[in-house]
């Protein structure tokens, strides 16, 4: 299962994503309960598919029972030059990193799908012919791909398969990567090794709190979406 793991890696790379790691679908058991208690405190806002999802979005056991490992994949999307140099000038408006490019949904799926794509041929050559040492399958292992519109909770997966950390403004870090990345999940029948969960590194830093220009955030590690200028251009329906 190393050497699967090894080539999956390699393959990933070859797709055009940064990071890799790996985690049971069960890693996350705290994050049913943080999220009932942002759904409780209304801090989701307008957004009710949240509140309608729970029970998903807080297990990814529930989303799909017969999953065993979870591939998280992260893309980054590193600006050239620095953004908030762009928040200086008061006479123009500025769009997110994130959205300066073409659609991340359609670019990091197809991507998935590749990389699903050859672990399940893999793992088909893998079982052709049985000896030891070969993996063995009861059923077809299958898999299913995520990016951001399925009620998955990518950051804590992501966190719990040490791809980075969630900061305490909610969004993952990497010591390596920084802020600028997407995510990607793989969930798959095929069990796989898990990576170690990383640590978060914040320490007594607050820069990403202190320049938040609406306050979203309540308390590190919190953040109160009806206040975060994202939320209130793509989600947030009437007068602001």
């Known amino acids: 299962m190393t050497d699967l793991k090894h080539a999956l890696l390699t393959e990933a790379r070859a797709a055009g994503f940064a990071r890799m790691g790996i985690c049971?679908?069960?890693?996350?058991?705290?994050?049913?309960?943080?999220?009932?208690?942002?759904?409780?405190?209304?801090?989701?806002?307008?957004?009710?598919?949240?509140?309608?999802?729970?029970?998903?979005?807080?297990?990814?056991?529930?989303?799909?029972?017969?999953?065993?490992?979870?591939?998280?994949?992260?893309?980054?999307?590193?600006?050239?030059?620095?953004?908030?140099?762009?928040?200086?000038r008061r006479d123009r408006a500025t769009i997110s990193v994130y959205a300066q490019n073409r659609d991340y949904h359609d670019l990091v799926k197809k991507r998935l799908k590749r990389v699903g794509r050859w672990l399940l041929d893999r793992a088909g050559r893998e079982t052709e012919?049985?000896?030891?040492?070969?993996?063995?399958?009861?059923?077809?292992?299958q898999i299913k791909v995520f990016v951001d519109t399925a009620p998955v909770m990518e950051k804590p997966l992501a966190e719990a398969a040490g791809v980075g950390w969630q900061g305490k403004?909610?969004?993952?870090?990497?010591?390596?990567?920084?802020?600028?990345?997407?995510?990607?999940?793989?969930?798959?029948?095929?069990?796989?090794?898990?990576?170690?969960?990383?640590?978060?590194?914040?320490?007594?830093?607050?820069?990403?709190?202190?320049?938040?220009?609406?306050?979203a955030f309540p308390?590190?590690?919190?953040?109160?979406?009806?206040?975060?200028i994202s939320y209130l251009t793509i989600e947030h329906k009437g007068p602001v």
């Open 24 to 88: 049971r679908p069960d890693a996350i058991p705290e994050a049913a309960g943080r999220l009932a208690e942002f759904v409780a405190q209304g801090r989701h806002g307008q957004m009710g598919w949240m509140a309608e999802r729970m029970g998903w979005r807080g297990d990814p056991m529930a989303l799909w029972p017969e999953a065993r490992s979870v591939i998280m994949l992260a893309e980054p999307y590193t600006p050239q030059g620095d953004p908030l140099e762009a928040i200086t």
């Open 219 to 228: 308390a590190p590690f919190q953040l109160d979406a009806r206040r975060c």
């Open 169 to 215: 403004h909610t969004n993952l870090l990497s010591r390596d990567l920084g802020n600028w990345f997407f995510l990607g999940a793989i969930f798959t029948t095929i069990d796989l090794e898990p990576d170690p969960p990383e640590p978060e590194h914040c320490g007594s830093c607050t820069a990403c709190l202190d320049i938040c220009p609406t306050a």
């Open 129 to 141: 012919v049985s000896r030891p040492g070969k993996l063995q399958f009861s059923t077809p292992p």
